[in-house]
């Protein structure tokens, strides 16, 4: 009787325990799932921290592009696990570890003729090398979390809203502190002693132009985009700065495509005069910065766009 207990005892918890590692065996695939998502969450939200402290000067708070090119595109929000998202994470990655040359021959910036006759902007940019195997400052965890958050398809392009989130990815905030003399120091440009003059008034007011609260020129000013201080060097002109400072954004604003470079990639490092517009990558928008045009004067936004040329 004793012996007949015993074995029903044990044939329970025989049940029991199989169950539990049935129970166990069924969850498995899910808690893997679970815990694979709040992983590839962890490294979207480094990847936006570190997009914040090192990219958004270039290539836009948002990822929408300015001096590189545009990042918060609907192409790159993709599956990494998947065939294509295979093939543009290999793409990110790689030039983001190893950079991708300019052109040392041409402006960063030149203007085009499309095929359809059509002004365009070609962009020789340079990018820099952030793998610390090529001369970078980020390791391959940084790398990869800085692609999966340009890639991350789960929010259709919500993830540039972390950037700048002050409990997410705060962008560094400018410093405005004036040096020995009472003032916010600038650098002198290329240009008369008069524009020179009235243009450091008019940035020094940043209440009123605003440009150091989001601009470094020289050592001073904001870091959500980008730095000013070799605007000259960049390849634009004097008409095309001062439209971009009135109608960056808004009911009036430049169409995306007269503001930034459509052709990138293909033609980044070519040592000739021969461009091949066969290709091309359309930038995608919109911009975020503000519109001046009606806040400031036409004559201070040409004084601005001329001292800003001057710095080379």
């Not at 065939?83 to 041409?106: F, Q």
């Not at 990815?169 to 240009?191: C, K, N, T």
Request: hydrophobic letters at 35%.
């Amino acid at each position: 009787m004793r012996n007949e207990r015993k074995y029903k005892v044990i044939t329970l918890l025989s049940l029991a325990l199989a169950l539990l590692l049935l129970g166990t065996g069924i969850r498995e695939p899910f808690r893997m799932a679970n815990a694979e998502r709040r992983q590839h969450e962890e490294y979207v939200l480094k990847g936006a921290q570190l997009y914040a402290a090192n990219c958004a000067q270039c290539h836009g708070p948002y990822g929408e592009g300015v001096v590189g090119m545009p990042l918060n595109r609907a192409d790159y929000r993709l599956d990494p696990d998947s065939p294509a998202g295979r093939d543009v994470y290999r793409m990110l990655y790689e030039t983001i570890a190893m950079g991708r040359e300019g052109n040392a021959d041409h402006y960063q910036w030149v203007r085009v003729k499309t095929p359809e006759g059509k002004d365009a902007w070609m962009s020789y940019t340079e990018m820099p090398a952030w793998l610390k195997e090529y001369g970078g400052l980020l390791d391959e965890e940084a790398v990869k979390a800085l692609t999966l958050f340009i890639m991350y398809d789960k929010s259709n392009g919500a993830q540039w809203y972390m950037v700048g989130d002050s409990t997410k990815a705060p962008i560094p905030s400018p410093d405005l502190q004036p040096d020995d003399s009472g003032e916010i120091p600038l650098p002198d440009a290329d240009v008369s002693p008069e524009v020179n003059a009235t243009a450091k008034a008019l940035l020094r007011d940043y209440t009123k132009t605003q440009c150091l609260t989001c601009h470094t020129i020289g050592v001073k000013g904001g870091k959500a985009g980008p730095d000013l201080t070799r605007l000259g060097s960049w390849g634009i002109d004097q008409e095309f700065l001062e439209e971009w400072i009135k109608r960056a954004s808004g009911t009036n604003a430049m169409p995306h495509d007269e503001r930034m470079p459509i052709y990138w990639r293909e033609n980044r490092a070519i040592t000739t005069t021969e461009i091949d517009l066969s290709k091309k990558t359309v930038s995608e928008g919109p911009y975020y910065m503000p519109a001046f045009e009606g806040r400031l004067t036409d004559e201070e936004i040409a004084i601005i766009a001329e001292y800003l040329l001057g710095l080379k």
